[in-house]
């Protein structure tokens, strides 16, 4: 198997050998009998350290994200931000240094600063699109991390994760990417030489807006050994329906992409001719700055667009309480297309920081639904 809609389907999932079920079933337990002392049946123990639901889940996200690894492995989370914590107490001791996204996910960049930094965790923010600037924010000997979004959320800025990995492994430390805007199908950071790949799988991944969860997939060994001990030993894993509803939606995510992507494609360049938005932020426009360095690493541009508009941070705000189609509300990826407001809704942990979004931002996370629909919801929106 090597076609990623052929793995979505397969990898780690295999008919069940007792029933002949075509889909992994769930299986809700706790623990597992043992044949005798240290006899574990099948290797499983107890579900905190694994779950076959889980393990078919770790299984398929390996297959994805790091096809033909040898050794590659994936750990599946009860939250992106658990997979992001396991990242940090795995890898990162008090004293080391972290280099993050000038414009990283709020939850992100308050996890780094108001978990890890009392910990002992330092960090510096920077333009990771200039690799100049990278250079001269890790701290020799002492930058364990390089930590990358691409695209960025909310200003869908673009890093070149190749040159970027370049940089970052001259200075003896190692890449972390967070591949949720893109998802696998779109972009895979292991194979431009990422050495860990996290996601939240409750947006693209899961796809559907009724599951929680996150993963991580690295392939050096010692770093999957480390990731593993400390996901067993931390135990925010999870657990084996939301691994069975993410597995679910990772066998479609392919032909979700697809319209994601082609609705994304259609509203940003409907936005770009309005007379009331005064920037449009997707990489799949020509203007965007990180145009090329995204055709040249993504499939495609993916479906989140964000855009500014003229009438400042009232007219943001009330823009997004005039969509009908549109729901406002936080999160992203799910088949459905929603609204926000960054700076006071997703990003209000960032306000006041380097990192505050410009207020008059509004970001759209575009749906499957028709597009014809979507146009329409906007216009009526935006004209008031």
């Not at 972290?98 to 939850?107: F, M, N, R, S």
């Not at 697809?258 to 203007?287: K, M, Q, T, Y």
């Not at 855009?307 to 009330?318: I, K, S, W």
């Amino acid at each position: 198997m090597s076609g990623f809609e052929t793995l979505a389907i397969h990898a780690g999932q295999e008919p069940d050998p007792l029933t002949g079920a075509v889909v992994p079933p769930i299986y809700q337990v706790s623990t597992f009998k043992q044949d005798g002392v240290g006899g574990l049946r099948g290797g499983y123990e107890y579900a905190r350290s694994g779950n076959p639901t889980r393990t078919a889940l770790e299984t398929c996200l390996a297959a994805l994200e790091a096809p033909g690894h040898a050794g590659a492995a994936g750990l599946a989370f009860a939250s992106g931000l658990a997979a992001e914590d396991t990242v940090i107490r795995g890898l990162c001791r008090p004293g080391d240094h972290v280099v993050l996204p000038h414009d990283a996910y709020g939850g992100t960049y308050r996890l780094f600063t108001k978990v890890a930094g009392p910990w002992g965790l330092h960090q510096t923010s920077v333009q990771l699109s200039d690799v100049d600037l990278l250079r001269k924010a890790i701290v020799p000997g002492r930058t364990r991390l390089v930590w990358v979004e691409t695209p960025s959320n909310p200003l869908l800025s673009v890093a070149d994760i190749a040159a970027v990995a370049e940089v970052t492994h001259e200075a003896g430390a190692l890449l972390v990417v967070d591949n949720t805007f893109a998802s696998p199908y779109l972009q895979q950071p292991i194979s431009l030489g990422a050495d860990i790949v996290v996601h939240s799988t409750t947006k693209y991944i899961g796809g559907h807006s009724d599951v929680v969860g996150g993963a991580l997939v690295a392939v050096d060994p010692e770093i999957v050994a480390t990731l593993a001990f400390h996901q067993n030993a931390q135990g925010a894993v999870a657990g084996p329906f939301d691994s069975w509803l993410t597995l679910r939606g990772l066998k479609t995510l392919g032909v979700r992409m697809d319209r994601h992507c082609s609705n994304a494609r259609a509203i940003a360049e409907f936005l770009v001719a309005h007379p009331s938005v005064s920037e449009v932020l997707w990489p799949g426009l020509p203007g965007h700055p990180g145009h090329e360095v995204a055709q040249r690493q993504m499939r495609d541009f993916g479906g989140m667009v964000s855009f500014r508009v003229t009438g400042g941070e009232q007219e943001a705000v009330a823009l997004c309480g005039r969509t009908e189609l549109f729901t406002l509300g936080e999160s992203l990826g799910g088949v459905e297309s929603l609204i926000e407001h960054p700076a006071r809704m997703t990003h209000a942990s960032v306000a006041g920081s380097p990192l505050e979004v410009p207020s008059d931002l509004v970001r759209l996370s575009v749906g499957i639904e028709s597009v014809d629909d979507l146009l329409a919801d906007l216009d009526q929106a935006l004209a008031g």
